[in-house]
């Protein structure tokens, strides 16, 4: 029998866990030498580089829907804390950073989590749709993430309406996952986020024109069952194109999902089943 982590013997061992990898972040921070993006302004820079609107109350298979209206409730609260945050040239984004800690003193209800692969609830769920916008948007610039988690490879809901390719979500924990990027441009970037009643909307915008253009898609997306369980396997990749000439500079793979399926199969796209 596979030996259980320290965390997983019991929700005191949790918690426990969880305080020591919030101090060791702590100290991580204080002396790791970055500059964190504090500034915030409610001027917006002159040009959008990018703008993606995430959809806040889904139809999710077998979750109490009580969760979703709490998840609109912490977006809510969590978006004057990063919309208008200004990321100068040598500056870090740290959304931990600049969000804290979301507690239910603060006002932030229960809401959905994923926990070794489980669906749980806890106090600030569903988070990391915020991080989600932020990764997708800053794909598109010339930013460089330097902290990234994801679901390890877990396909935990069926397709409802998705905008953007399967794979490329975060994972987030305060805080001991955190997301974070770095501007290494001479370009001044600014986020702007805000909550309507149906979206968590978000844009990127700059203090000048960016010299390229970024386009983030999947290849390769199929379903898989092997020996009786789904997988969901695809690639993404981002190509960088030359807005003068419109030639490619680069066309990476970011990273290749084989993914467990959680839910139901005859919530899987037939068409996509590979024989």
Known sequence: MKRRLFCE????????????????????????????ATDITNEKLPVL?????????????NVDLQLQENK????TLTTPKVNGVMIKPGQTFSFWNLVGNCTKEKGYKEGLTISNGKINRGIAGGMCQFTNLLHWMVLHTPLEVIEYHHHNGIDMF????RQVPFGTGTSICYNSLDYMFTNNTDVTFQIICYVTETHLCGE??????????????????????REGTYYRHNK????????????????????????????????????????
């Open 9 to 36: 013997i019991s929700p005191i061992t949790y918690k426990i866990s969880i305080t020591k990898e919030i101090f060791k972040r702590n100290i991580r921070n204080m002396f790791c030498g970055l500059k964190f």
């Open 49 to 61: 580089v990018y703008r993606h609107n995430s959809l806040i109350r889904r139809k999710l298979n």
């Open 72 to 75: 609109a409730v912490n977006l």
């Open 158 to 161: 069926p397709d409802f309406g």
């Open 204 to 225: 990127i915008r700059a203090n000048k024109e960016i010299k390229n253009s970024y386009h983030v898609y999947e290849e390769d997306a199929y379903f898989e069952k």
């Open 236 to 275: 993404i990749y981002r190509k960088c194109i030359d807005k003068k000439t419109g030639n490619t500079i680069e066309n990476k793979l970011l990273q290749e999902n084989n993914s467990k399926v959680m839910y139901d199969e005859k919530f899987i796209n037939k068409e996509k089943i590979r024989s």
